[in-house]
């Protein structure tokens, strides 16, 4: 007998302060069978434990190639992430997983890659740009382009101007409410696609609220890009993760086992509609 | 061997005998609370016999039926879905160790379930809780445990509620799948078939002889009548279009103004899965267990993610109720999530009637 609720336990090897409530760790499993038999693609996610408290969703940030050693950033939300606060390197947590579909990176391969985040920065999203940097020689340019209502709000300032500062890669950043440190763009993100310069060909992915995503989409496809060539990370309730609590459903869609990526095709009619 | 035997009603308490000494808790149905539920049964005595239902939107009563019936209660709340996926049901057990912890599954150890007196419905029913549980992509250990080994002695049925529509859902009343034995229930006894080499062998046990053409064809008669005399019905034609293009209809608001958002329809559904898992910790904080609980679409923390209700109105909940059952789930699962047992309607504390719902979405789709 194997409930697929099983969780394995998993030791905090490193612990890093992303920003005031958000933090990376990086967890090995306990047990060597288990770290072996670990194997996950990019944008893929796990169900993180945490004793007597609970298990939510969490992207895996780290590199496909290592998947012996998992990294996590897990913002601080509510109930469960809020224990996760307190973590420290030494820590034994529950991880079970991989889960979900994952980023299109093969598809993706030989093609311009735009990439469009929103709000509080995304951690699924700075793994899929990890990723591509690794295997730089595979991947047309790289655009990034990313949208904030305020400054404050933008996390890994410094990752932007790193990302920036690499070949073929252009970031676009923009904000509704600048300040005087601001120096980028001023405006809300779909703005942003009038300076985007990737061909019809490139492939999109994003990540964040979902009204910008909606918006990004329409602002894609002015561009030439096709519905079936944009895709976006959906996040909702997930207590099981294989497709039996019910609680991730989008109408026809379990968003852990069909999703969390999907094609803007198959989301399109659904974003309509409110509250589906 | 498929043919029609007859089975005296006194030989129910053999079969009862004979589950027992093979090792199953024998379970039927059983009357308590004003409703009937499957419980343990020592023998036919246990059962609601010369007891009818009388049901209607958001009204149920037991009340005195025909002398002798035994299974003239149509249904009650209690489907078999709780005595496979459990209301509430540890499955783990989280241990602190002194570095860290160790989880070790919870695993059931109940003797095999005999159940009698199922309905065609409710056999569809766990045929479709199945698919969740077993036939998807990843299979429920907990569910699977007690799945395997269960024997089931359906009833059809003779006899409908008002508020059964399972011709409408292609379920009933005959069942046709699903059981080891089915019962017809005649005034004079039963016409027994099996429906699996274990039926075939319980068969055989009670000493049953064939029965003749014309209780087969009593047996027929009384199933088609019941048939035609169904309460309710559903058009069920292109029902996953429907739905989706009528997402915005005005109807969802409306059923909304009277729906409490109780969550009673899904509980009461044999198909509803939804679950959600929590921690249960010992006093001493070094044991946890991770617990699994009925959940509804209908509560307010379903659609919850890091502060936000994505279903924030009974509008919104309702609808993902009905188009869940009704069309999504057909694409989900390759059927629908609803068999036509009616218990929404009944145990709905405001009457809300799904097929008075659907019917409502019909006649004004494309107006909206
Ligand atoms: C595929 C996917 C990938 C994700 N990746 C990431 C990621 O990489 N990084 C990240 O930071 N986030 C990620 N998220 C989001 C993350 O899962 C949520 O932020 C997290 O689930 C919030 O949980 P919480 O308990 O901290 O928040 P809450 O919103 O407080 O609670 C979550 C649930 O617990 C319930 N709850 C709250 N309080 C109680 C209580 N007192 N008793 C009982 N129940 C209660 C709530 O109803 C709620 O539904 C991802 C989500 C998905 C779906
Ligand atoms: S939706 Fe209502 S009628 Fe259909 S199976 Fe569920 S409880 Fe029965
Ligand atoms: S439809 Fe009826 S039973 Fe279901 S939640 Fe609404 S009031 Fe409760």
Redesign the interface.
């Known amino acids: ?9 998993a ?1 905090i090897v490193a612990r890093r302060t992303e920003t005031a409530g958000i933090y990376t760790f990086t967890t090995r499993f ?1 047990d060597p069978a288990a770290r072996a038999a670990f194997r996950f693609r990019a944008g893929q996610f796990n169900m993180i434990y945490a ?5 939510v969703p969490i992207s895996i940030v780290s590199d496909p190639e290592d998947p012996a050693t998992l990294e996590h950033t897990i ?1 601080i ?2 109930r469960v ?1 809020g224990v996760m606060a307190k973590w420290d390197v030494g820590d ?1 947590v ?1 991880v079970r997983g991989p889960y979900g579909n994952g980023w299109p990176v093969e598809r993706a391969r030989g093609r311009d890659v735009v990439i469009v985040t929103g709000g509080l920065g995304c951690a699924p999203v700075v793994g899929l740009i990890n990723y591509i940097f690794r295997r730089r020689d595979q991947y047309g340019d790289l655009h990034i382009l990313h949208g904030v209502k305020t400054p404050n709000d933008l996390l890994y300032r410094e990752r932007f101007d790193q990302w920036r500062r690499e070949p073929r890669t252009r970031v676009y950043l923009t904000t509704d409410h600048p300040d005087k440190s601001w120096h980028y763009r001023i405006g809300v993100v779909t703005e942003l696609f009038d300076e985007l310069a990737a061909p019809a060909s490139a492939i999109a992915m994003m990540c964040g609220p979902e009204a910008m995503m909606r918006l990004a989409a329409h602002a894609l496809r002015a561009k030439g890009i096709a519905d079936d060539a944009m895709f976006m990370s959906l ?3 997930m ?2 993760a ?6 991730c ?1 989008y ?2 869609n ?1 968003v852990c ?1 069909d999703g969390p990526v999907f094609s803007w095709r198959a989301v399109k ?1 659904l974003t309509r ?4 | 061997m498929n043919e029609a035997t007859r089975m005296p009603k006194a030989a129910l308490d053999n079969l009862i005998a004979i589950l027992g000494r093979e090792g199953y808790r024998v379970m039927g149905p059983v009357a308590r609370d004003g409703t009937v539920a499957f419980d343990e049964i020592r023998s036919a005595a246990d059962l609601p016999v010369g007891i009818r239902d009388a049901q209607e939107a958001g009204r149920y009563r037991l009340a005195p039926g025909i002398d002798g019936e035994i299974f003239g209660v149509v249904n009650g709340a209690g489907s078999l879905k709780p005595h496979f996926f459990a209301p509430a049901e540890p499955l783990l057990e989280i241990r602190r160790e002194r570095r860290g912890f160790k989880a070790n599954e919870i695993a059931s150890a109940a003797p095999p379930h005999a159940f009698i007196g199922v309905r065609a419905c409710d056999l569809a029913a766990l045929a479709i809780q199945d698919r969740i549980f077993l036939h998807d992509r990843f299979r429920d250990a907990h569910y699977e445990l007690r799945r395997k080994d269960a024997f089931f002695v359906a009833v059809d049925c003779t006899r409908s509620a008002p508020t059964c529509f399972c011709v409408s859902m292609k379920t009933g009343p005959r069942a046709t799948a699903g059981f080891d034995l089915a019962l017809t229930e005649l005034p004079g006894g039963f016409v027994a078939r099996p429906g699996s080499p274990a039926g075939e062998a319980m068969i055989v046990k009670l000493g049953l002889s064939a029965a003749g053409g014309a209780d087969e064809a009593a047996a027929r008669a009384l199933i088609d009548e019941c048939a035609r005399g169904m309460g309710r019905r559903m058009d069920t034609a292109d029902l996953p279009r429907l739905l989706y293009d009528e997402a915005e209809n005005p109807r969802w608001r409306e059923v909304a103004a009277r729906c409490l958002s109780c969550a009673n329809c899904t509980m009461v559904c044999p198909t509803c899965f939804c679950h959600t898992v929590i921690d249960q910790t010992e006093i001493d904080g070094n044991m946890s267990r991770r617990v699994r609980k009925w959940d509804s679409c209908f509560s307010l923390e379903h659609a919850h993610i890091h502060g936000i209700n994505l279903r924030p109105k009974i509008h919104d909940r309702y609808r993902q109720w009905l188009t869940h059952k009704l069309a999504s789930w057909i694409d989900q699962f390759g059927s629908s999530g609803c068999v036509g047992c009616g218990r929404c309607i009944t145990w709905c504390p405001a009457g809300i009637d799904l097929t008075e719902e659907v019917a409502a979405i019909r006649a004004s789709a494309g107006k909206g």
């Open positions: 007998m194997a409930t697929p609720y099983l969780t394995h336990p030791r306990v004793f007597g408290v609970g298990e913002r939300a509510g992430t034994v529950g996040e909702r309730r207590e099981c294989v497709g039996m609590c019910g609680h459903q109408r026809e379990f086992k009619e509609v409110s509250g589906l």
